[in-house]
């Protein structure tokens, strides 16, 4: 097995054993991790791997979990296919802006995506007979064979092993391959005979699909949606999230939240000024370790034989 | 009447008023070895990328193998047996060699949209061949942004030729490069030419390159096509002189 | 009109330098701030709110010039998405700052003595504060535009946009020129903090309020077009006003679905120069 698949199998069976610690705290931050997680290795998608900067994924996550939490409550549905529907209409919102979004490049992308999804912010702000405006969608229960955070814990770990496993395949395939030739040298790519904004459309679907499975686990997770997931902070600090961990390493959003989630969690318990704290983290990783800490671990020697 | 690999009729760009090629016709032989010359500025590249779609024309008309290419994306082009090096040296600098290389194999084999299998064990053997093709064998595991300027080069050769194209626009092959470096590419270059029975159509400033290898020349000025022929036409061509030389003495 | 100046600034900021500035709005928010710091410390001084403007514009645009100095030009060689993320981080650093300093209350100055009335206009009463406001901010685009498009300096700064290098090999000193134009962009942002002081609420949050704002009417107006950014305000203060009228509840969307269409087709704005997609 490869070295990644090891890794892998490993960290889960590690995370699997969390719950018989006993400690409701550190099931908690474990659903909270594996769900953020999820959501920075799909935007990753985009960021490391297409170099497409997305100021806007929040928007997919925030379709994924209203879709869910609608599906059940209003529609009455039952939770896999709301939760299969959250997934795609995550990746059909991520088509439809895509679309858009694809034709044009750098700044003038990252500004599109964030337009986008402040229209999006802006619906889910104001629709109030649908998404209940500004209080939100309140009373988001566990699903009936999920009903206790443990429960819900494995099925977290569960759904998000299996989404990392396919998108590391995606990742390692010979069109994972060309997103990153795309992400090198976009001109380049369309002369080896590939239509660039057709596959930076396809990546733009995928990681939309994701982040919808990522917002649907979240919006039963927190019993509760709010605009806020979408509004253009969230889409900053899983931004934030995957830079920390290391965007040029498949696994570094994931790091990336969990160093992050578990600081945040820290800091807040004894100081209101998170903020200052986050940004100056940012500053650092901008500053000195523009690889992150995956990527500063491996320029390390210790793990120089790792990576051999 | 051997059949003519590229057509060009009347090409025409302007940019926001200023004529880069205008009325530019002629075409290519199955096979044969063509340059483009002209002084700086003269709209060499403009009419490469013109040929390769990478900019619309104003007017006129291009075919490549009897097909109308002339509004088509670059993509498709390519996937028709173009292929092209650039003048400034484009490759994909954070993979390594072999991953740029068979990064082209996998779109010619039509692998390109395949999401599931491991790409590292793909093509393995028609990338090695092209790599020693080039000259680069030894170099596969190295991170191709921190080869040397030649080298790079090389590579950027092979890529193009990873699509196994029909005919190759290569665009200042030798830019930049010492006279031994010249010799060995040119070297390179006329091998594989006549190896796989490819069209080739470059530009170049190294006059000693184009009259050593061309079977035609093609001068271009102000984005005018002022004389086409064989090496020894185009050594003895009056306006050709006059542009290069200025008003004969 | 406020909205005119830091857009302006930001508008600046991008044309020259290329970074599009998220800390606009923390820099506005600061002079706004600045404003009152100095205010409470001239009280009953005649010219105290003209004293602390001053004050206040000033030491925004030295803040930001020092900002840009030593750390955003670290950045330039990077890829754009580094300083964009840097001055985001700044976003975050500047608004925990201004709660640590002034707490999270609401804040407010007190107008201008001459200012303090009102006239009547049309069967109304506008202060006379507004429209002073009304009319500097016009009156600054005006004066931008004849620098840079009627003196050296203006022509040295509009030559850094287009090509820094040469730029730099005919011996001029570009990092420099690329403070100073930051330093103004900041001068602009913080002036605007200073003159709104009076007429809005001093709170935290005014910041990010701003800069969405902001960035909308540079994007339609044009990424480094003075009188783009003029249009751009005026534009999405009629849009904004339109779409309270008729559809109350959609004028948000609105501003935001505004800001796609352009982008998707105009990226370069209204009054901005085409350029590549």
Same mark, same amino acid.
């Given at each position: ?308 | ?29 199955? %096979?044969? *070895?063509?340059?483009?010359? &002209?002084?700086?500025?003269? =709209? ?5 990328? #013109?040929?390769? @779609? ?73 990338? %090695?061949? *092209?790599?020693?093709?080039? &000259?680069?064998?030894?170099? =596969? ?5 921190? #080869?040397?300027? @030649? ?99 | ?277």
């Amino acid at each position: 097995m490869s070295k990644e698949n090891r890794f892998l199998v490993i960290l889960t069976l590690l995370l699997a054993l969390l719950p018989l610690s006993e400690s409701r705290f550190y099931v908690f931050l474990g659903t909270d991790i594996l769900i953020m997680g999820l959501f920075a290795v799909s935007l990753n998608l985009l960021l490391g791997y297409t170099g497409l900067v997305s100021f806007g994924q929040a928007a997919y996550f925030g379709v994924g979990a209203y879709t869910c939490a609608l599906l059940m409550k209003k529609a009455s549905l039952i939770f896999p296919i709301s939760f299969l529907a959250a997934a795609v209409f995550g990746a059909i919102a991520a088509l439809i802006i895509g679309f858009f979004c694809v034709q044009l490049t750098k700044i003038y992308f990252a500004m599109l995506t964030l337009a986008f999804s402040q229209i999006v912010w802006a619906i889910a702000f104001k629709w109030n007979s649908l998404t209940g405006g500004d209080t939100g969608l309140i009373g988001v229960n566990f699903p009936a064979y999920l009903d206790s955070p443990t429960r819900f814990y494995y099925f977290t770990l569960g759904v998000v092993v299996l989404s990392l496993y396919l998108l590391r395949r995606v990742v390692n395939s010979p069109f994972g391959r060309i997103l990153t030739t795309i992400r090198e040298n976009p001109e380049r790519t369309v002369f080896i005979g590939i239509n660039v904004k057709f596959f930076q459309l396809i990546s733009f679907m995928i990681s939309g699909f994701f982040a919808g499975i990522a917002g649907a686990l979240f919006g039963i997770f927190n019993h509760s949606i709010f605009p806020d997931f979408i509004f253009w902070p969230q889409s900053a600090e899983v931004l934030i999230m995957s830079l920390l961990g290391g965007i040029y390493n498949f696994f570094g959003p994931l790091v990336g939240a969990a160093v992050l989630l578990y600081l945040r969690m820290q800091v807040t318990s004894f100081t209101q000024y998170w903020p200052l704290i986050l940004g100056t983290i940012l500053a650092l990783i901008l500053f000195f370790f523009p690889g992150g800490i995956v990527g500063f671990l491996k320029s390390q020697r210790i793990f120089a034989k790792w990576n051999r | 009447m051997e059949p003519m690999i590229l057509h060009i009729e009347k090409a025409k760009k302007s940019f926001e008023g200023f004529v880069a090629v205008s009325g530019v016709s002629f075409s290519v032989k199955k %096979g044969e *070895i063509c340059s483009l010359i &002209g002084p700086n500025g003269a =709209g060499k590249t403009t009419l490469f990328n #013109l040929i390769t @779609g990478h900019i619309p024309v104003d007017e006129g008309k291009l075919a490549f193998k009897g097909i109308d290419i002339t509004h088509m994306p670059p993509h498709r082009i390519c996937r028709l047996g173009m292929g092209r090096s650039f003048q400034r040296t484009n490759i994909f600098p954070r993979l390594t060699v072999f991953q740029n290389i068979q990064a082209a194999v996998l779109v010619h084999r039509g692998e390109s949209l395949n999401f599931f299998k491991p790409v590292d064990s793909l093509f393995r053997e028609e990338t %090695g061949a *092209i790599l020693q093709r080039v &000259g680069l064998k030894e170099y =596969g595991d190295a991170v191709s942004g921190s #080869l040397s300027y @030649g080298f790079q080069k090389q590579l950027e050769l092979g890529i193009a030729l990873a699509s196994d194209p029909e005919l190759l626009l290569l665009d200042e092959p030798t830019a930049g490069m010492s006279a031994q470096e010249t010799h060995q590419t040119i070297d390179l270059i006329g091998r594989i030419t006549r190896e796989k029975g490819l069209t080739l159509l470059f530009t170049e400033h190294d006059m000693e390159v184009v009259f050593s290898i061309s079977e035609r020349i093609l001068v271009l000025h102000q984005g005018r096509l002022i004389a086409g022929g064989s090496p020894e036409e185009i050594r003895n061509n009056p306006d050709v002189r006059k542009v290069y030389l200025g008003e004969a003495r | 009109m406020f909205l005119f100046l830091i857009a302006s600034g930001l508008s600046l900021i991008f044309g020259i330098l290329r970074v599009l500035n998220f800390a606009h709005g923390s820099l506005y928010m600061v002079g706004a701030y600045l404003t009152y710091f100095f205010a409470s410390h001239f009280i009953d001084t005649p010219g105290q709110f003209w004293w602390a403007t001053i004050l206040a514009s000033l030491s925004v645009a030295i803040v930001g010039g020092f900002l840009e100095r030593f750390f955003l030009s670290r950045l330039y060689i990077r890829e754009e998405l580094n300083q964009l993320l840097f001055t985001y981080a700044l976003v975050l650093i500047i608004s925990d700052f201004a709660k640590i300093i002034w707490g999270t209350g609401q804040l407010s100055v007190s107008r201008p003595a001459i200012l303090k009335g009102a006239v009547p206009l049309m069967g109304q009463y506008f202060p006379e504060y507004n429209i002073f406001i009304l009319i500097l901010g016009p009156a600054i685009a005006l004066l931008f535009w004849l620098i840079l498009h009627r003196t050296r300096w203006g022509r040295l700064i509009r030559a850094a946009a287009l090509d820094r290098e040469m730029l730099g090999s005919l011996g001029v000193n570009v990092s420099w020129l690329f403070t100073i134009v930051f330093s103004i962009g900041a001068w602009l942002a913080g002036l605007g903090g200073a003159l709104v002081s009076p007429i809005a609420a001093i709170v935290p949050g005014m910041d990010v309020e701003i800069i969405i704002n902001a960035f909308i009417v540079v994007v339609i107006g044009g990424l480094g077009s003075f009188w783009g950014t003029l249009l751009g305000a005026l534009i999405l203060g009629q849009v904004t006003t339109f779409g309270i009228l008729v559809l109350p509840r959609l004028s948000m969307v609105f501003i935001y679905v505004l800001m796609a269409v352009v982008l998707i087709l105009r990226p370069w704005g209204l009054l901005g120069k085409p350029m590549q997609r």
